[in-house]
């Protein structure tokens, strides 16, 4: 008989031998072993229970490891709130748990819906399938924009979520703008320097008469200094074959499928997104810049005097006073005497004053370019314009530093008086409405994404190195008239009755800085024609070769325009050959078919 005192694991008895005593103590320490395990798994399920216990926490708050900065300085009233775009980078993100807000949220919304007796175009997160269209600017009155679409009044109510501050929800597509309810309105800002990144692939609409000449410069330098890749016009064009609908066959290397990736694309077209998209990554950041369209049609009437539309007039306001008379549009380039930026953004820019459907075709405009666009830039404000996209693009001051290009000389400028620009604003109805929407936003985009203090800071700064450069690079450290300018390669493009002036270089600066301050001065068109011989160095010998068979004819713009002439001299020549061989083909094979009925018929015979 054997007692087991399981306390002290000691063995009491008579006749035990060795072996007994250690299976026994071996038995006692794995019992030991036991219970250790036993005790660490009751530790995992504390520490499982305090994560779970967390979790519901945050998701209770609803805002989960949300990290922010409130800018004091921008308070700004309610009334004056406008919500960030669909495609803003730098919106606020965050991505809480809605479940717990959605019927307060839906319930909400559908107040908002009912009252107005719409939907709209701004997207909810996936928990919530309510449609709202946040649009802003002066263009406020409710009006109908298309089936499920809504642009809210200006004033009155505002849609909350019971959330503080002034949020923007970000869902994987499209995003969200919430209405403060508090006064005064908090800007929140993301952290968004630390990550990140400069952005290479990028679409510029290049609208008409809007600085953006200067805009080409800008992004030409970048990606020439990076060795990115251009979507150039194919055949040496100029622009992508504008005035047409651009279709992706217009670039160069597509379909010959000899470029694998384009980065930019940035010369003159008529946008049509789904064509650019199958250009371009899905990764693109598309902007473009808007003018006022008082001086842009007084820019317009002068450059592009020639026009049928303009031919016949001897001023602006004999024009508008008889446009029923002289614009038809049915005749070839008469788009530009009418809502050209309209037309650009591939909008129909035949639009009256007086039509009735005119609001709620600029409804249906502005929530398009919305919705293709990630910034609009203002070309009044061209200094803060850079600045925004210098944010935007995550890029530095020297990357959007410029000198005004395709500019015109102050005698070819005129000064409209208030009755003219009233006529331009009637006469130009569809542009003033997109131009008023998007100058509203322009300025709330700086609010948010840079800060009014941070804004004057930054444009001093790019004026102070633009200063630099010019008394680096320009002698005389400002533009001339093309008649003054000494290299023929740098001298711009004339047309109509502008005169585009130019620069010229300084003689004493070594031949690094002079390449830099070389490509700052570049005009349009011989940039162009550079960066095509750099990315197809073949197809540009053969139009080299095909170009000196033509013997261009003088003209007074120089240099540049006698290319252009024969450039396009060689096209229409192409052309006529093509259809002259079209016309060989049919020919030949109609005598073809003739001898074969008759031999037919002699067999039968």
């Not at 305090?50 to 979790?55: G, L, N, T």
């Not at 606020?92 to 919304?109: G, M, Y």
């Not at 004339?494 to 620069?503: E, K, L, M, N, T």
Request: one cysteine or more.
């Amino acid at each position: 008989m054997q007692l087991i005192n399981t306390s002290s694991c000691r063995f009491v008895g008579v006749g035990l031998n060795g072996n007994i005593m250690c299976v026994r103590r071996g038995l006692c320490s794995r019992r030991h072993s036991l219970w250790i395990l036993l005790f660490l798994l009751v530790v995992c399920i504390a520490i499982q229970t305090f994560v779970a216990r967390q979790a519901r926490t945050d998701k209770l708050t609803e805002l989960p490891h949300l990290r922010f900065t409130i800018n004091k300085q921008h308070l700004i009233s309610p009334l004056q709130n406008v919500w960030e775009s669909p495609h803003s980078e730098s919106s606020l993100t965050i991505e809480p748990d809605l479940k717990s807000l959605q019927a307060e949220s839906t319930s909400h919304l559908q107040h908002q819906i009912d009252e107005y007796g719409k939907t709209s175009d701004y997207i909810l997160p996936r928990h919530m399938n309510k449609i709202v269209n946040l649009a802003t600017g002066s263009q406020m009155e409710a009006r109908k924009v298309s089936p499920r679409k809504l642009l809210l009044p200006k004033h009155g109510n505002k849609l909350s979520f019971g959330l503080s501050g002034s949020l923007v929800l970000n869902s994987p597509k499209r995003s969200l703008g919430l209405i403060n309810t508090s006064t005064p309105s908090v800007f929140l800002k993301a952290h968004t320097k630390a990550t990140c990144q400069p952005k290479s692939h990028i679409v510029f609409l290049k609208t008409h008469k809007t600085a953006s000449s200067t805009i080409l410069n800008i992004l030409y330098r970048y990606g020439e200094s990076r060795n990115l890749t251009f979507a150039l016009p194919l055949n040496k064009h100029s622009q992508l074959f504008y005035p047409f609908f651009f279709a992706s066959h217009f670039v160069e290397g597509v379909s010959s499928r000899s470029v694998r990736e384009f980065h930019i694309m940035c010369n003159h077209m008529r946008f049509r997104k789904s064509e650019v998209a199958k250009v371009m990554p899905e990764n693109t950041f598309y902007f473009s810049i808007l003018r006022h369209p008082v001086a842009m049609m007084e820019s317009i009437f002068i450059y592009y005097k020639s026009i049928p539309a303009f031919h016949k007039t001897h001023s602006l306001d004999n024009f508008l006073d008889t446009s029923w008379r002289n614009y038809n549009s049915s005749v070839t380039n008469n788009h530009y005497a009418h809502n050209i930026m309209a037309f650009d953004f591939g909008f129909d820019n035949n639009v009256a004053a007086d039509a009735e459907d005119l609001e709620e075709r600029a409804s249906m405009a502005i929530a398009a370019i919305e919705r293709d666009f990630h910034l609009i830039l203002i070309s009044e404000y061209f200094d803060e314009s850079m600045i925004l996209l210098k944010h935007s693009l995550c890029w530095s001051f020297e990357d959007v530093v410029s000198f005004k290009l395709n500019s015109r000389s102050e005698q070819t400028r005129h000064t409209l008086l208030p009755d003219t620009a009233e006529k331009v604003k009637r006469w130009n109805a569809l542009d003033w409405r997109i131009y008023l929407h998007f100058n509203t936003t322009f300025w709330h985009k700086v609010n948010s994404l840079v800060g009014q203090e941070q804004m004057k800071k930054e444009v001093s700064q790019l004026k102070e190195l633009q200063t630099k450069l010019a008394n680096t690079c320009l002698k005389d450290g400002g533009a001339v008239d093309p008649s003054q300018i000494k290299d023929v390669r740098l001298k711009p493009f004339q047309y109509g009755a502008a005169v585009i002036q130019g620069y010229n270089l300084n003689t004493h600066i070594d031949n690094q800085t002079k390449t830099k301050c070389q490509r700052l001065i570049t005009p349009e068109l011989q940039y162009t024609d550079r960066l095509y011989t750099l990315q197809f160095p073949e197809l540009a010998e053969k139009h080299r070769q095909a170009t000196r068979m033509v013997a261009p004819q003088p003209q007074r713009s120089g240099r540049s325009s006698k290319m252009t002439w024969a450039r396009e001299a060689h096209h229409r020549r192409i052309i006529r050959r093509k259809f002259s061989n079209l016309k060989n083909q049919k020919a030949s094979t109609s005598a073809l078919l003739t001898r074969t009925e008759a031999n037919n018929k002699l067999s039968t015979l």
